[in-house]
Every structure is written in structure tokens, then in C-alpha cells.
């Protein structure tokens, strides 16, 4: 547990206030009437930490993994995802080196895609300025929920049957791409089904 007074740490090693030593344990032994005296509080938990970007808190601050270790394994994660995406339809490039047989338009657009994924992918991940930034690219949803915008730029307002505002007004709402989501701004194609 973690104990603040007046909104800073205090640890529970024993302290002094005023003229008064209180001895260590005594802020867990204490009555909460006590503690509320000296302006002593429960410190909130921090947030769990992701251990793909994280050491987890020193201090009261997330400890980062070095950023340039980040970049790697994660521009790295992009070309296995890619490779993964390939591989599977590789026979159609060798199919065209031995017999000429042409490579179906479909598959040589989506086999260009997933490389043009993978490398607009990596340039983001190399262009992130700190391992939270990087974080945030990653694991941040890969759609918003939003207001739907009428061709002015307004909200448009989401009505009753009878095209009465509600109180308070509500607003459509529509689901977008996430722009600063890897996964929303460059998404993995789908395989062609054909």
C-alpha cells in the first residue's frame, strides 16, 4: 500500500509532523479518523503496465523499454506478419517463373498491398518519438466512435419519431478509422477470395 499526505508520498517508515514523531506502521494501524486528521489518503493503484513497452512504475512514472529496442521488434513484427501473408500464395510467383503462367490481377494487387502495409507500418513505428507514443500507435482502439458531420461540417442531430430534439440533444454517431492506430490508418489487407 501506498499512503499520500497532502497529495504527495508518504511512506509509512515512520515521520514527523510538527512537534509529533509518529513511529513506522502507524499510518496502516491508525484509525481512519487519524489519518484523515493529517490530510493522510489511500494512494490509487497505479495502471497495470503492458510488458511489451514496459518495465512497469518506478516512482510513480511507467519505466519505458528503450525506444530503439521498441522500433525493432515491432518494425520486425511487421515483416513476419508479411511474410506470414505471402507465403501462403508464393506458389503463384513461382508458377510464373517456370511455365510464364500470369499472376492472377487479384493476387499481385493484395501481394503489393501487404508490402505497401508493411512499409507504411514500419515508417510509423520508426517516426514515434517516445516508447508511450509507440505504445499509443499500437494498442489504441483501431476505430472512433464519433458524430456524424452533415456536408457543412455540423453535427447532425439525432431526432425523435415525431423530429423533436431530446433533451439533451443526442447526435448520430458513426465509426471511423482511428488515424492514430497503426491498424486503422494502415490496415492488413484481406486475402483475395478468388
Not at 91 to 112: C, F, H, M, N
Not at 136 to 160: C, F, P, R, Y
Request: net charge negative; hydrophobic share 30%.
Amino acid at each position: 500500500m501506498a499512503w499520500l499526505r497532502n497529495n504527495v508520498p508518504q511512506p509509512d517508515t515512520g515521520f514527523t509532523v510538527g512537534d509529533v514523531n509518529y513511529p513506522a506502521t502507524w499510518i496502516k494501524n491508525a484509525p481512519q479518523s487519524e489519518r484523515e486528521k493529517l490530510n493522510i489518503t489511500l494512494a490509487a493503484e497505479p495502471a497495470p503496465h503492458d510488458q511489451r513497452f514496459s518495465w512497469g512504475w518506478k516512482d510513480g512514472k511507467e519505466d519505458w523499454l528503450d525506444l530503439a529496442t521498441l522500433k525493432k521488434t515491432w518494425t520486425e513484427k511487421q515483416t513476419i506478419r508479411a511474410h506470414a501473408s505471402l507465403k501462403n500464395n508464393d506458389w503463384l510467383v513461382i508458377r510464373k517463373q517456370e511455365d510464364g503462367t500470369a499472376i492472377p490481377t487479384v493476387w499481385s494487387e493484395y501481394r503489393t498491398a501487404i508490402r505497401l502495409a508493411c512499409n507504411n507500418r514500419q515508417v510509423e513505428i520508426n517516426a514515434a518519438p517516445t516508447a508511450e507514443s509507440l505504445k499509443a500507435l499500437i494498442v489504441s482502439s483501431d476505430t472512433l466512435t464519433q458524430n456524424k458531420k452533415n456536408s457543412d461540417g455540423e453535427d447532425i442531430e439525432h431526432k425523435d419519431a415525431f423530429g423533436k430534439s431530446y433533451d439533451p440533444k443526442q447526435y448520430e454517431q458513426e465509426i471511423v478509422p482511428n488515424n492514430d492506430n497503426l491498424d486503422g490508418k494502415y490496415p492488413w489487407p484481406n486475402e483475395p477470395t478468388s
